[in-house]
Each structure stands twice: as structure tokens, then as C-alpha cells.
């Protein structure tokens, strides 16, 4: 786990739209597919995937 004081947020560059089913319990995506870049980067939920 990252301590707090090491970690550096950046604005992202780029935003890929996703759409999917369900989280799994373990934090992964149940049946993702990409649809494309967003053109607009407006307020979009941005989630970190590990």
C-alpha cells in the first residue's frame, strides 16, 4: 500500500468511456468493453483500475 505522502495525482490526458455489467467483490469489471475516447473531457468519473 502507497503512504499518502508519496503519492502524486495528475490530470489525466486522456479519457476512455467503458461500459460494463457489474464490479466484481475484488474490484475488477464484469463483461468491460471499451467505446471509445471521449472527446470532451468534462466532469467523467475517473476510476484507477489496479
Known amino acids: 500500500m502507497l503512504h499518502p505522502k508519496s503519492v502524486i495525482w495528475l490530470q489525466p490526458k486522456l479519457v476512455v468511456e467503458i461500459e460494463y455489467m457489474a464490479w466484481t467483490g475484488d ?7 471499451c467505446k471509445g475516447l471521449r472527446e470532451v473531457q468534462d466532469n467523467a468519473t475517473v476510476y484507477e483500475l489496479d
Do not use: H, P, V
Not at 474490484?27 to 468493453?33: I, M
Open 27 to 33: 474490484r475488477k469489471l464484469r463483461y468491460a468493453s
